[in-house]
């Protein structure tokens, strides 16, 4: 039988944190432990891989760590856990189908930058013993740094449960692994998400790709924020220098031209438009965009863009309605001459939510 971990190292040891419930479809929270620590950790499926990043003291000389969730369980070895050399965080992975909640979960950098760390009012859903005990607890940012953010309870009083390795969520999306708690502070430190895909983005790449791939998001006309889209753009398999990832500024963004030159796609309305219901006829699913780059960028610099570009609708009665849905991405340059990065042409697939997305916000 598990042997529960004293007041003390879990204190000192395994910082508490509260963790989120998991939206349906997303990735889940996992235990981790061992015979004399345990910790937590998450799930991403990639591939046919399952992704499993926590903390990296809460693996590091702990010897067999068993992953479960509440359906499976996995046992990694000490060798198979990779930690990051400045991060507190590191990651194993599995086969998909060892841990049951670890499912495709899309990760838009997005979802934080709105978040103002400086802000005494934002929230997180956090939860104590049970998914079903779920409260909302208002956060506030002492201070931030390179590796990540440090939270900490403003009810006075209280004292978050939980273990270090845990994802903190915010409106049930992943956001940061939680690291430290200062009791004495009532502080939680965790380790940003986007600092981890901008700093280590192999974990993030599938075995077997040249290229890296990013989830870019995308909204809609009237669509609220809460209901962005995502967009898989891969670089062209002949450019295998170019590589994807996530950009953790968009304040930083390199006033870099991005044109799309194709949009082979059309949408009109149904002429049985009927009953002011929605219904468009989709083409094609490609979009084709050239990049072009100054004569000579900083290597290994993350650049943010964002493109906007045209939807035009036909409206019963032949009224034209024309929006400009946009969405945004990065690039990074790794160790390739400036010149290969010119006039660099991607491919970008359309999603099914995203053909929903264009059919609620573009046929009205």
């Known amino acids: 039988m598990q042997r529960a971990p004293t007041i003390k190292a879990a204190l000192s040891c395994f910082a508490l944190l509260i963790l989120a419930q998991a939206s349906p479809g997303n990735a889940g929270p996992l235990a981790i432990t061992s015979d004399d620590s345990q910790g937590g950790g998450y799930g991403f499926r990639i591939g046919q891989q399952c992704v499993i990043l926590t903390a990296a003291h809460v693996v590091e000389g702990k010897g067999d760590m068993v992953v479960a969730d509440d359906r499976a369980r996995v046992t990694i070895r000490a060798g198979e856990w ?8 590191a990651y194993a992975t599995v086969a998909a189908g060892g841990i049951p909640s670890c499912v495709e979960t899309f990760i838009d950098p997005t979802w934080t930058r709105g978040f103002d760390y400086r802000a005494n009012s934002q929230a997180l859903l956090l939860h104590r013993t049970s998914p079903t005990a779920l409260r909302q607890v208002p956060l506030r940012v002492s201070e931030s740094h390179t590796s990540g953010f440090t939270f900490s309870e403003q009810r ?11 994802m903190v969520l915010m409106n049930n999306r992943p956001m940061a692994i939680a690291t430290r708690l200062d009791a004495g ?6 380790t940003s ?13 599938p075995d077997g ?4 791939i990013a989830l870019l998001p995308v909204m809609f006309g009237r669509a609220r924020r809460d209901d962005w889209n995502l967009l898989a753009v891969k670089a062209l398999q002949d450019k295998p220098n170019v590589q994807l990832t996530y950009g953790a500024d968009a304040q930083r963004a390199c006033a870099i031209g991005l044109t799309v ?3 082979d796609r059309t949408y009109r309305a149904n002429p049985e438009y009927t009953n002011h219901r929605k219904n468009c006829a989709n083409a094609s699913k490609n979009v084709l965009m050239r990049l072009v780059c100054p004569a000579q960028p900083p290597l290994r610099y993350l650049y943010d863009y964002s493109v906007a570009y045209t939807v035009q609708t036909m409206k019963p009665g032949g009224a034209m309605r024309v ?4 969405f945004a991405f990065t690039i990074k340059a790794d160790s390739s001459p400036a010149r290969e990065l010119e006039n660099q042409v991607f ?18």
């Open 82 to 89: 990779t930690p990051h050399s400045d991060l507190d965080i």
């Open 156 to 166: 006075k009083g209280t004292v978050a449960t939980g273990y270090s390795g845990s």
């Open 185 to 190: 502070r009532g502080e939680v430190h965790a």
């Open 193 to 205: 998400l986007l600092t981890a895909l901008q700093l280590w983005p192999a974990i993030f790449q």
């Open 209 to 212: 790709l040249r290229t890296r």
């Open 261 to 263: 030159t194709k949009l």
């Open 323 to 326: 929006s400009t849905p946009s």
């Open 347 to 364: 491919e970008a697939s359309v999603s099914p939510s995203v053909d929903r997305a264009l059919q609620e916000g573009g046929c009205r």
